[in-house]
């Protein structure tokens, strides 16, 4: 009769983290679209008649912007927690019984 009085842990759909698909199609959409306009900006500063500060603004934009964009693709999700380690129980420098014909 006890165990009816037990809670049971119950997961929430809000609890679920998202799939490592939907994260990294996430950060390659971001990557192309600062690509893009990385690509933009070269473009402006070369064809574009414009004058010297606001070509050094288009460029210096062209060259920045690929390591913003490489630093932001490799950034997780903030929905993702960050990884655990276990510590293991048993020693680990110790072969398992199962496997210690190996060292013998």
Not at 15 to 33: G, M
Not at 88 to 102: K, Y
Request: include cysteine; hydrophobic fraction near 40%.
């Amino acid at each position: 009769m006890r165990g009816w009085r037990t809670r049971k842990q119950v997961h929430q759909v809000t609890d679920a983290q998202p799939s490592l698909s939907d994260d990294v199609r996430k950060r390659e959409i971001s990557y192309f679209i600062k690509m893009g306009i990385r690509t933009l900006c070269l473009i402006l500063a070369v064809v574009v008649p414009v004058p010297w500060p606001y070509r050094l603004l288009f460029i210096a934009a062209a060259v920045f912007l690929p390591y913003i964009a490489v630093i932001g693709a490799n950034e997780r999700s903030k929905d993702s927690p960050p990884p655990t380690f276990h510590t293991p129980e048993a020693n680990q420098s110790e072969i398992p019984l199962h496997r210690r014909e190996i060292g013998s």
